[in-house]
Each structure stands twice: as structure tokens, then as C-alpha cells.
């Protein structure tokens, strides 16, 4: 099973050092996890989709 590697946002290292992290890395770790949970929501409402409640 494939997983994201979420290490990505993980940014404590520059609030401990006192760093100004980039920008364009900052977005792209932020997309990255943004299209992960659209992916995942997608995946749980195709599965729910098809499931019978009553």
C-alpha cells in the first residue's frame, strides 16, 4: 500500500532554530497534504456511496 510521507509537514525544526523556511517548500509539503485527504475523503464517499443504512 503506497503512503505519503507525511515527514514533509512536519516543520518544528524551524520554529526550534529560529529558521525562515522557504516558501516554495512550505507549499508544496501543504499541497501534497491537501491532496491526500481529497483522496481519502473521496475514497471513504465512493465506499459509504455504495453501502445500504437501512
Known amino acids: 500500500m503506497w503512503l505519503p510521507d507525511l515527514s514533509r509537514l512536519d ?5 526550534l532554530y529560529d529558521m525562515q523556511p522557504a516558501p516554495t517548500p512550505i507549499l508544496l509539503a501543504a499541497s501534497m497534504g491537501l491532496a491526500y485527504v481529497i ?5 471513504a464517499v465512493v465506499v459509504f456511496r455504495r453501502r445500504d443504512f437501512i
Open 11 to 15: 516543520w518544528r525544526m524551524f520554529t
Open 39 to 43: 483522496a481519502l475523503l473521496s475514497l
